[in-house]
């Protein structure tokens, strides 16, 4: 069964760091693009970043630009967000989803469950 | 607000059909393929249609996309209680980096 399961968030002060990891199995993990797809509290669903099979290029959009690194380790087939200088604004469940082999473009499938990030003082 | 423009609900009877839209431009949905993602509150998303029209195995034929020049559309036909959900569209842009979601459409099974 392909599943995805996130790990990593909690509660983070305003101008803190914290790391979300994504665990992935039943399928070959270094064969898919991967992204991280966030949804605020009461909201719509954001992508966020994505990362090329072998790992060597990432994208990230503009409101993450520069705070958030996404990762990947395929010999361990996890996926990773490195999430620097939060705002209250980053409060959100985050996502890992599977993309495709062969571009970057949706569709995502599957989703992990989501982990819950919360930055308040 | 979003850049691809969904209603913010819908709804229906049992057994009814409901379409839910979603309104882009052509460096969007015109010039790319539209997804879409069904997410019962509580849950993560679940693919329900790629490349427009294409379902993944064991999402029911109940479920259909479509599109048409810089709109894409769902229709839900044969309605349950359990389709009662969150419906959001994707696109890439040709303009940005990354991928857009549509702000996503309440649907109600009354």
């Known amino acids: 069964e392909v599943q995805l399961v996130e790990s990593g968030g909690g509660l983070v002060q305003p101008g803190g760091s914290l790391r979300l990891s994504c665990a992935a199995s039943?399928?070959?993990?270094?064969?898919?693009?991967m992204h991280w797809v966030r949804q605020a509290p009461g909201k719509g669903l954001v992508w966020v970043s994505r990362?090329?099979?072998?790992?060597?290029?990432?994208h990230s959009a503009d409101s993450v630009k520069g705070r958030f690194v996404v990762s990947r380790d395929n010999a361990q087939n996890r996926l990773f967000l490195n999430m620097y200088s939060l705002t209250t604004d980053d409060t959100a469940v985050y996502y890992c989803?599977?993309?495709?082999?062969?571009?970057?473009?949706?569709?995502?499938?599957?989703w992990g469950q989501g982990t819950l990030v919360i930055v308040s003082s | 607000q979003s850049v691809l423009t969904q209603p913010p609900s819908a709804s229906g009877t049992p057994g009814q059909k409901v379409t839910i839209s979603c309104s882009g431009s052509?460096?969007?949905?015109?010039?790319?393929?539209v997804s879409w993602y069904q997410q019962v509150p509580g849950t993560a998303p679940k693919l329900l249609v790629f490349?427009?029209?294409q379902r993944p195995s064991g999402v029911p034929d109940r479920f259909s996309g479509s599109k048409s020049g810089t709109s894409a559309f769902l229709a839900i036909s044969g309605l349950r209680p359990e389709d009662e959900a969150d419906f959001y569209c994707?696109?890439?842009?040709?303009?940005?980096?990354?991928?857009?979601f549509g702000g996503g459409t309440k649907l109600t099974v009354l």
């Open positions: 989803a599977r993309g495709t082999s062969i571009i970057a473009d949706p569709p995502f499938d599957p």
């Open positions: 039943g399928f070959t993990f270094s064969s898919y693009w």
């Open positions: 990362i090329t099979p072998d790992g060597t290029t990432t």
């Open positions: 052509t460096s969007n949905i015109g010039n790319n393929y």
């Open positions: 490349r427009n029209d």
């Open positions: 994707a696109a890439c842009d040709e303009n940005l980096t990354g991928v857009l």
